[in-house]
């Protein structure tokens, strides 16, 4: 197999690292942002890009670097400001902490939009310029400018991103993957080769390892993409390093060196960022809340005809297209993985006539990286049309992705296996660039061309105007932040997480009661504890509990001092109807604090503890609402939260077809005594076989 070739150094730094070309294309994909993002460049102080919902939790997590770093001086992953009084992990939530410090003195000079919508633009003018460097690599020295460039453009404004442009500030921060791609490349080409220098590898590895960890600061799916991109690269370079069979010394000692150098980067890589890494282990091994249901993984796949309907958002066909793309089965910003006719046809040129000819033009890995991601991001079963029944009797077509979860690690934690395809246009855009290279040499007048070639691909890909949405925050809040009382605020409704709730602690600064994270935290209060459990279930959990009688108390004991009742987020039907039953069956007769035609604001008043009350330990099946039941495997936590002590019968009703509960029985139910201590008594279930399931309809307390 011809190794393959290298160029000299100097070469590449007369070419691929020419100031004035990258000043160029920086300025480019900058005014490109401006113009594709439009009208956000007219109100960047004032509102963001997106769908007014995950936007939020970004914006937040803005504030709340910033709140830790300068204001609590400690580190940001994890907060007492979310689910008090527990306070919650954040280790994997989307936190993406690189753009909390990039935009730092943004937010502290001009306030949380601007530093937001900077982000904005710098992942897009980056992820450009980094793609615009990678592709002037693989088309070596003498390369024409544009096809560097609408590589670029091709990953940077691809429907992905602005897909994500919707709220997932994490996943739009996509510009250190060339980087760290490119000095990838630059490694495996100069191990690979016996003819290149090595003088430079050590740095190259070493740049390696600090893009590599600007990207898992961004977003950790990105990082396990980058883990299975090292793995095709040094594939890849593995087989270049085959011998040729020209007298050539065999590849052993090359390979060796491959092998070394290519996990040094990944040990050196988690070395640095073992401070992270080693709790985010600790937790995975002791917990699960993290793993999502893997049947989100088949529904977020992408779907093969994703990948050629065009994008949702163009001002000439997006109606249509949008109408085609209800078939598929994940979300607006999850199945928009459009490529774009143009880059297609690119593509086929650069693999099926551009190949190492005079050109210059070296496809390297990218047919196999291309090749890898795409597939793997169809997830599990292949899609087509929103259908993976394909085979005849219903049969489905299995694909690589489910033996990759079990192979790479944290894998099973991700659930957006669409995500995937950033590599794929990654990938794209550098073999367009390969395409267009051997067309621009070939046909006559090559920059109109490379001109035509752009503006297609920009047209095809043409957002505008983008949606924006400005902070709704409610005038109060602003009343709230001025009051130096320091305990929680209860916002309602509750039954589903909403980030509107984050957005409006940026602005009272308050403690949040319930909060919106990335993944459900099982030891955080919500599900646990009457009354949040009440709100969050539209009725009462398994817990019989009093509202009017205890409400008070258990607000007392979380420590909240305002329950907000927000109208605008429940406009009607149960959700309304129970919410404001719940709250004025707790408040009674109390005056609201604040009202009006959207919120009810209710200030909770001191009171003595009455009783003692149940609470559930950490180790609870979810709440299944059809039944009203839980269930545990072989033993779970009950906590009695009493005020003094004294002695109780807690009974526990079991359901229909449950396994049955190690305690002694009464009247249907089984008893267990209880001597309270003042505080919280823990008891500990216990299922009488195990592995049997215990299903609990409901737990109470009786005086004994």
Not at 381 to 410: D, S
Request: glycine fraction near 8%.
């Amino acid at each position: 197999m011809p190794p393959a070739t290298s160029q000299p150094r100097s070469a590449n730094r007369r070419t691929l690292n020419g100031p004035l070309g990258a000043l160029a294309a920086l300025a480019g994909y900058l005014a490109l942002t401006l113009a594709l993002t439009y009208p956000l460049i007219r109100q960047f102080t004032t509102t963001i890009p997106g769908d007014s919902f995950d936007g939020w939790q970004n914006y937040w997590n803005l504030w709340w670097v910033r709140v830790a770093l300068l204001d609590l001086h400690t580190q940001p992953f994890f907060t007492p400001v979310l689910f008090h009084p527990t306070g919650v992990s954040l280790l994997f939530h989307t936190l993406n902490p690189f753009n909390g410090v990039v935009a730092l003195p943004i937010q502290i000079a001009w306030g949380l939009l601007p530093a937001y919508n900077f982000i904005v633009l710098l992942s897009f003018t980056l992820g450009g310029l980094g793609t615009y460097l990678l592709a002037r690599e693989v088309l070596g020295p003498g390369a024409k400018w544009l096809p560097a460039f609408v590589a670029g453009a091709i990953f940077t404004f691809a429907p992905f991103h602005f897909a994500h442009l919707l709220g997932h500030m994490q996943v739009i921060s996509l510009e250190w993957l060339p980087f760290f791609a490119l000095y990838l490349l630059r490694v495996a080409q100069a191990l690979s080769s016996p003819v290149a220098s090595h003088r430079r590898t050590g740095h190259d590895a070493a740049m390696a390892v600090f893009f590599l960890i600007l990207v898992a600061l961004c977003d950790w799916y990105y990082m396990l993409y980058c883990l299975i991109l090292t793995a095709v690269v040094f594939a890849w370079a593995a087989w270049q390093a085959l011998p040729t069979g020209d007298g050539e010394p065999g590849p052993v000692r090359r390979w060796a060196r491959l092998t070394l150098v290519f996990a040094g980067i990944w040990v050196v890589f988690a070395l640095i960022l073992s401070p992270l890494l080693v709790p985010m282990v600790r937790e995975a091994r002791r917990f699960s809340f993290m793993v999502p249901d893997p049947n989100q993984s088949r529904i977020l796949s992408a779907d093969l005809l994703a990948y050629v309907t065009p994008q949702e958002f163009h001002p000439l066909w997006g109606e249509w297209a949008r109408a085609r793309a209800a078939v598929f089965t994940s979300t607006v910003s999850e199945h928009q993985v459009f490529i774009g006719y143009t880059a297609l046809a690119l593509l086929a040129v650069a693999l099926f006539f551009a190949g190492r000819g005079k050109t210059g033009a070296r496809r390297g890995p990218w047919t196999w990286v291309l090749v890898t991601f795409f597939v793997l991001s169809l997830g599990p079963a292949l899609h087509i049309a929103g259908q993976t029944r394909l085979l005849p009797g219903g049969g489905e077509i299995p694909l690589p992705y489910a033996a990759l979860v079990r192979v790479v690690p944290f894998m099973e934690i991700t659930r957006s296996v669409s995500r995937l395809s950033v590599i794929v246009m990654l990938a794209t855009g550098v073999l367009a660039a390969v395409g267009l290279q051997w067309i621009m040499t070939r046909a006559h007048g090559g920059a109109i061309w490379g001109a035509a070639a752009l503006a297609l691909v920009l047209f095809e890909f043409l957002p505008v105007p983008y949606p924006l949405s400005p902070p709704d925050t409610p005038a109060w809040y602003a009343e709230l932040a001025a009051s130096p009382d320091q305990r929680a605020v209860l916002n309602v409704p509750m039954n589903w997480d909403r980030p509107g709730y984050l957005l409006y602690q940026t602005v009272h600064g308050k403690p949040l009661t319930n909060a919106y994270i990335s993944r459900e935290d099982p030891r955080t209060l919500t599900e646990r504890a009457p009354v949040l459990q009440h709100f969050r279930h539209l009725g009462p959990d398994i817990i019989r509990f009093d509202l009017a009688a205890q409400g008070i108390q258990v607000l007392n004991d979380l420590d909240v001092g305002w329950v907000v009742v927000d109208r605008y987020k429940m406009p009607g039907g149960e959700e309304r109807a129970y919410t404001e039953a719940a709250a004025a069956e707790i408040f009674g007769e109390q005056t609201p604090l604040y009202e009006d035609e959207r919120l009810t604001v209710y200030a909770v008043p001191a009171a003595e503890p009455t009783a003692p009350y149940l609470i559930l330990g950490a180790s609870w099946g979810p709440f299944e609402a059809q039944g009203r039941t839980r269930a545990f495997a072989d033993g779970a936590e009950v906590i009695v939260r009493a005020p003094g002590p004294g002695r109780v019968n807690l009974h526990v009703q079991t359901a229909e077809g449950s396994g049955a509960l190690d305690a002694s029985e009464e009247a249907g139910s089984y008893v267990i005594p209880l001597e309270l201590q003042p505080g919280d008594n823990i008891v500990t279930l216990r299922a009488r076989t195990p592995g049997r399931p215990v299903i609990v309809k409901e737990l109470a307390l009786t005086p004994r």
